[in-house]
């Protein structure tokens, strides 16, 4: 119901930028709270990023507020991390995903979720 299409990731070094964007099909994207996750190799997803169906309210985790900032355009059915001063430790596959009344940074209340786009940080 809710495909979701990463684009945006690449190589870059560090202290660099990138802007990762996260295209629904759904004409209802609007409903969904959106949210970026991460993983590393041999770690967990964890979270990253999140935002409110109308975008008045975002949440970061610690390590990358006031570097990221999380967006979303309901009319292109988009939602977008732009990602500047990056470190290595930012090296991950980001992913986004959906959730339906829900707000929160628990994975397993995410409905939907994209397919991973690789983000690599050189020093």
């Known amino acids: 119901q809710v495909p979701l299409v990463e684009s945006g990731g690449g190589l870059v070094q560090a202290g660099g930028s990138l802007r990762l964007s996260c295209a629904a099909s759904a004409t209802t994207f609007s409903i969904y709270n959106m949210a970026w996750f991460r993983q590393a190799p041999g770690k967990e997803r964890d979270f990253v990023a999140a935002i409110s169906l109308s975008g008045d309210t975002t949440d970061y985790t610690d390590s990358v507020k006031g570097r990221f900032t999380v967006s979303r355009d309901n009319a292109k059915n988009t939602v977008y991390l732009q990602m500047n001063t990056l470190k290595p430790e930012d090296t991950a596959v980001y992913y986004c995903?959906?959730?339906?009344?829900?707000?929160?940074?628990?994975?397993?209340?995410?409905?939907?979720w994209g397919q991973g786009t690789q983000v690599t940080v050189s020093s």
């Open positions: 995903a959906a959730a339906r009344l829900y707000w929160g940074q628990e994975q397993r209340h995410y409905n939907y």
